[in-house]
């Protein structure tokens, strides 16, 4: 077996603070509590089979209709919309509506890039694209961004018109980022700072806005809704750089994907383009290899067998492209929480906001 299978699911820490994870763990489940009740009345306005295939997609009920208890995800978005109510000075609950929108769009994009990316699985599941098939992925994605909107603008308040022009601007950005990200998996080379713009865009800013939009209903003014949403930007790109590291090496059974997913997706993630960057001969041989790779069509390369993506990975970590991504998000982690030094905020509500950076940024599995 090789060091590089062997160490798959145990990446480098990327940074070095203990996690509260009891206090994490408060925090989300508090978001997911007041969230979820709200989610699911404003899902429930959709059209059927579209509230159903909505409901499958979340994990309410299972391919059959029935209730299901399955994973929702780590609802971080919606326990940061709520702090950063309270970082305002408002209550917890007025930060919900930004909470359920940014919820909404967020799986929007997943039900959008699951289909665009061929990904059959998530949070070990068929996806609603391989079960009800591309229509119905398109139509209820869609329907979600949508619904994001009407939760916040039926508050008829200034602040939700607020709100709401800083989602559509993060919509904007994210879709941005996917369709960069699309059209890198088709170029030979793509520089380490479009990478990063293109992961700023399409995880930055949805993150970015979950971090302002409680505070813009609370009645914050600008400078501190932009304050936050700066470190929720570059916490974005920490959570993305762990991300590229499990889209190579993560333990499938943990991140409910195939091994080596963005390895067959032939994906320009962090580590690809790091390591493309660095110079030397491990460098030079990945990109001969990634060269000859592109010249083969989609069926040839998905036929290639675990080994074939084994070495790619290792290559990619000879060239120092692993600890590279591990690197930069301990420097976006650090980033973000410098911001957080930039504005006035309850002393309690700054010790959640960093310690649900930590949480993001340090997942070894």
């Known amino acids: 077996m090789s060091s590089t299978t062997q160490n798959r699911g145990e990446l480098v820490t990327p940074v070095t603070p203990a996690v509260d994870t009891e206090g994490v763990s408060a925090l989300l489940e508090r978001g997911r509590m007041l969230a979820t009740p709200v989610l699911r009345a404003a899902v429930a306005r959709l059209a059927p089979p579209m509230d159903a295939v909505a409901a499958y997609h979340f994990g309410w009920i299972d391919a059959q209709g029935r209730p299901s208890a399955g994973d929702s995800g780590k609802a971080v978005r919606p326990a940061l919309a709520l702090l950063s109510a309270e ?31 061929g990904d059959e699985q998530r949070r070990h599941r068929d996806t609603v694209w391989k079960l009800y098939g591309p229509a119905q992925a398109i139509l209820v994605g869609d329907a979600l961004a949508a619904l994001a909107n009407e939760v916040l603008l039926e508050l008829g308040t200034v602040e939700a018109g607020r709100a ?34 293109m992961e700023g865009n399409k995880t930055g ?6 971090c302002s939009i409680g505070a813009v209903l609370g009645g914050a003014d600008d400078r501190t809704a932009d304050t936050l949403e700066r470190y929720g930007y570059h916490l974005g790109l920490a959570f ?26 032939r994906k320009k993630s962090l580590p690809v383009v790091a390591a493309l960057a660095a110079g030397g001969p491990a460098s030079e041989q990945l990109a001969e290899l990634l060269s000859a790779d592109a010249q083969k069509s989609d069926a ?32 976006q982690h650090a980033t973000a929480i410098a911001a957080l ?4 905020l309850p002393a309690r509500v700054r010790g959640q906001l960093a310690a649900l950076a930590d949480f993001v940024v340090v997942r070894e599995r």
């Open 341 to 344: 030094s930039e504005v006035e």
């Open 164 to 197: 709401t022009r800083r989602l559509t601007t993060a919509v904007r950005k994210l879709i941005d980022g996917q369709a960069q990200d699309i059209s890198y998996e088709h170029r030979e080379r793509v520089t380490v700072e479009e990478c990063l713009e």
């Open 205 to 210: 800013a949805l993150i970015a806005v979950a």
């Open 240 to 265: 993305q750089a762990i991300d590229d590291l499990l889209g190579i090496w993560g333990d499938p059974g943990a991140t409910g994907k195939q091994a080596w997913s963005d390895l067959r997706q």
């Open 87 to 117: 970082g305002a000075g408002a209550r917890a609950e007025v930060g919900i509506p930004g909470a359920v929108a940014v919820e909404l769009v967020h799986n929007f994009s997943l039900l959008h890039d699951d289909l665009m990316d």
């Open 300 to 331: 040839e390369f998905m036929d290639f067998d675990e080994a074939e993506f084994a070495t790619r990975a290792a290559m990619i970590e000879r060239a120092g492209g692993r600890e590279w991504t591990s690197q930069e998000a301990r420097r």
